[in-house]
């Protein structure tokens, strides 16, 4: 592995040859754009969300200073520390939670996040729209979806999703925002079964569009997948590995 500035100027290589690959154009945004509004120019771009868990705040600062500014993390407690460590910057960067969520510890996420990828039920949505502070824009948040239907994975059953969806979208707009669907597909080496994943979860998110909710975003893809992610529509991909190296630890 090269330099953390390096690593990710190799996956943006990657990504734009994606972009490129999948008749997209080559957007590739740092921080996910705020306004829903621009909605085309979201689902034609994608985010690159570096994912620091279990890397420390000078990682994150080192990857700023190449030019990244949304950060994914999973762990509530090793966040907040990064997030406090790296309050000087807290302006410029966009902070995704992408690990499983407990109703428990809903009000620091509320409170210094600016993303949520995990929601798989209604009453963590609701305890972080109350939560959300009046003072900070709406949380931004996507629906966690179990596409590959592994008994051990968190997420909404497909089957569970749309009633899970209207619920969401219409809890106060002004505190939470629901943008979107995230799945963390079964790992496999196999790209036609990537494929199937990803396809699977772009087909929820189209459906519940014609239905008049107005999502934007699909989080989909990691280091070892982003290809077949960014082929079936991702918006967001999701890296840690590739940018910051393998991890020696995975859990808090
Ligand atoms: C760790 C993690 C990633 C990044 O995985 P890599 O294989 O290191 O790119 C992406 N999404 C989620 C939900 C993760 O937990």
Redesign the pocket.
Known sequence: MGSIGSNLQEVRVRLARACTAAGRGAHIFTRVPEEVAQADAVARGVTLLA?S?TFGADAVREAHAAGARAF?E?YVQEALAKIEALADLRAELQWHL??PLQSNKTRPVAESFDWV?TVDRLKIAERLAAQRPATLPPLCVCLQVNVSGEASKSGVAPAELPALARAVAALAPERLRLRGLMS?PEPTDDAAAQQRQHRALRELFEALRAEGLALDTLSMG???DLEAAVAEGATIV?????IFGA?TYARE
Do not use: E
């Open positions: 994912v868990k994914g999973n992408i690990g990828h963390i990691m280091s070892a999701r890296v840690g590995s590739a991890r």
